[in-house]
C-alpha cells in the first residue's frame, strides 16, 4: 500500500518556524518531484514549493521564496518542508504529493497525502 503522510503542523505565533515532513512509504520519493500545495477556505488550492526528483532542484512561489526551504533525505524517504518567519497568510492545511515534474499540473501528481494544518495567530 501506497501511503504519503505529513506531519509537523500546528499553531505558532507570527515570525515563528515550523518544520514539515512528508514520509512515504510502499514506495521511493527519489523517483518523484515532491511538491507542496496549500489550501485554506475559500482560496484556490495553491502550489508553493517543488523538488525535482533528479537534481533536487528546488522552486518556490514568490510569497514563500527566502522564508520556505524544501528538501530531501533519501534515507528516510522523507522530504521535509522548513517554513520561517511564517505569517498569517501561511494559514492553510498543507498537502504534500508526488509528480513526474514540477512543472506539471496538479492533475498530474499521483498520490497526495492527508494533509496537516498550520495556523500562524497570535
Known amino acids: 500500500q501506497v501511503q504519503l503522510v505529513e506531519s509537523g503542523g500546528g499553531l505558532v505565533q507570527p515570525g515563528g518556524s515550523l518544520r514539515l515532513s512528508c514520509a512515504a512509504s510502499?514506495?521511493?520519493?527519489?523517483?518523484?518531484?515532491v511538491a507542496w500545495f496549500r489550501q485554506s477556505p475559500g482560496k484556490q488550492r495553491e502550489g508553493v514549493s517543488c523538488?525535482?526528483?533528479?537534481?533536487?532542484?528546488?522552486y518556490y512561489v514568490p510569497s514563500v521564496k527566502g522564508r520556505f526551504t524544501l528538501s530531501r533525505d533519501n534515507a528516510k524517504n522523507t522530504v521535509y518542508l522548513q517554513m520561517n518567519s511564517l505569517n498569517g497568510e501561511d494559514t492553510a492545511v498543507y498537502v504534500c504529493?508526488?509528480?513526474?515534474?514540477?512543472?506539471?499540473?496538479?492533475?498530474?501528481?499521483?498520490?497526495w497525502g492527508q494533509g496537516t494544518q498550520v495556523t500562524v495567530s497570535s
Open positions: 504529493a508526488t509528480g513526474p515534474f514540477c512543472s506539471s499540473g496538479w492533475f498530474a501528481f499521483n498520490y
Open positions: 523538488i525535482s526528483r533528479s537534481e533536487s532542484t528546488t
Open positions: 510502499g514506495f521511493t520519493l527519489d523517483s518523484y518531484a
